[in-house]
């Protein structure tokens, strides 16, 4: 079973005191290293996909960062070189986008996890069982042109309600703009929870998809959702199918 656990609701100050939701996080440390991921965060609502450009039919895998010696280097930590992750935080696994599938045993474990490095790399798509809100993860080894072409989008019932570009984080002249992260070679992040309020401009107050479209090698791990409340889904919808009828 995927492990979940509810966490502070900080990040939904702009909703009114009355409609709080409290955010919950999925990691991924009861899986084990090169685990395909096919439904185990069932329990928290969440289903996860993944493309590959370069590999048809590719599912997310685990990567355990502790491990050593392994095909990417990159994610192995700590110690961590950049970010705003501390050097010495131990991530354990994270989720990856593999370059293979091979499975010699048939378990369901890869043999030799490893992250595709095209550019392109593919896409991570986290699906939810209700309306959320925010969105927030940890992220190891983007860098240069990774970063500059990696883009998050939000979806609410299949249709794109806006994005992020992970160069809105270094930008100062954005309002995802966080000084204190810092992307390079074996770097660890924490992005906080973005908001859809922020990110849909007012088509939309939540979503039920998003996928990340990676520019390159990266991964993901402590995977932060906020739930919508009940009335702001209603309204968030109805606001939504009037923008659509605008358009």
Do not use: K
Request: with cysteine.
């Amino acid at each position: 079973m995927a492990c979940a656990r509810f966490v502070c609701a900080l990040a939904c100050a702009s909703l009114a005191p009355s409609v709080l939701a409290e955010p919950i996080e999925a990691t991924f440390e009861n899986l084990v290293h090169g685990e395909i991921v096919n439904g185990q965060f069932a329990d928290v609502g969440m289903s996860i996909e993944a493309v590959n450009f370069q590999l048809p039919g590719a599912m997310p895998i685990a990567f355990d960062t502790q491990f050593i010696n392994t095909a990417d280097p990159d994610l192995q930590g700590p110690p961590w070189s950049h970010g705003n992750l501390a050097p010495n935080t131990i991530l354990g696994n994270v989720i990856i986008v593999p370059e293979n599938m091979v499975d010699a045993n048939n378990d369901g474990i890869v043999d030799d996890p490893d992250d595709e490095g095209a550019r392109p790399a593919g896409e991570l798509m986290f699906s939810f069982d209700q309306v959320m809100t925010g969105f927030g993860f940890d992220v190891l080894d983007i860098e240069g042109v990774t970063q500059e072409t990696t883009t998050i989008e939000f979806f609410l019932f299949g249709e794109s309600v806006g994005s992020v570009a992970f160069t809105d984080f270094t930008d100062p002249q954005s309002v995802f703009y966080d000084e204190t992260i810092v992307f390079g070679n074996n770097s660890a992040n924490r992005v906080s929870p973005i908001m859809i309020g922020d990110v849909s401009e007012g088509l939309a107050d939540g979503y039920t998809s998003v996928t990340i479209h990676m520019g390159g090698s990266s991964a993901f791990d402590n995977i932060v959702t906020i739930p919508a409340p009940a009335s702001a889904v209603l309204l968030g919808l109805g606001g939504f199918a009037a923008a659509r009828r605008r358009r």
